[in-house]
């Protein structure tokens, strides 16, 4: 291949081109939007906490948006389906990208764990509540089971460990989702159960626990519909 078509291609598959900068807008921008609006204005939260406490829970959200949409899209988000090159870039784009902002929220929640950023999740005595444990470790095991698909869409990893091994690797997906659906659980289901509370918007924890159950409900729609095909098809030649 000359070096001007070989820098043609590498250049028609770079994970940063106008389609994947217009998803980063809108769901960066969302969750940026969405954590604004609940806590800086309608909760009255200082700005002096936008650098980390709030712009963490921006992060987190928009990290579930991605790896969400990593999954839906080509399943139940059908805009790409036209065009399989773009559709492959927008999926590792969000897979890398919410296993980036993952990542961010990660550091940037151990730098504000404490009792004085969340005493919900602390005893008296200083030491975390088993809710506080469980959504720790629940969320430190959901960045690891990320990294590992996240890991494998590097260009040589496919060949080497083969396309079973690759295709089952890209699933574990479906298990940071699970993970992260149980760290979300730990985290906020008290607060959850009292509407009351939530004022006019519902937690970001709610918000993207939805997100983060949508691609497995959707998914396991999809596999009840395959098994229920072949069925249909015996029924047919039957009758
Ligand atoms: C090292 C791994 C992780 C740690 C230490 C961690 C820690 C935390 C903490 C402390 C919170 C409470 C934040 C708050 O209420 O302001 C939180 C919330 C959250 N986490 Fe994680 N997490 C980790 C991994 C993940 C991963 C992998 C995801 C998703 C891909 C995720 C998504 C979320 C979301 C959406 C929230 C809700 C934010 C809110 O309620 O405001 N976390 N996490």
Redesign the pocket.
Known sequence: MSPSASSELAKESRLWQPVTVRWFAVLFGAAVAY?ILRYHILRGVEWAHFPL?IF??AV??A??FF?ACSYLVGRVIRWHNDDPRIRLIVIKFCGLV?LS???I???M??G??SSQ??PA?FADDGKLILRGEL??T???V??WA?AVPGVTTLPTMAKSIGGFRWKRTQRMGYL?LA??AA??IA??LPGWLNPAGWGALP???LV??VA?VFPLGAKILRRRTDRSKPNEKTKETKS
């Open positions: 954590a406490y963490n829970k987190s959200l990290a579930v790896v919410g902002l993952a990542a929220h990660g550091l929640s151990l504000l764990w950023y969340y999740y959504a720790i629940l969320g430190i959901a960045l990320l940071t993970l992260v760290h979300l985290l906020g937690p970001i924890s993207a626990f983060a």
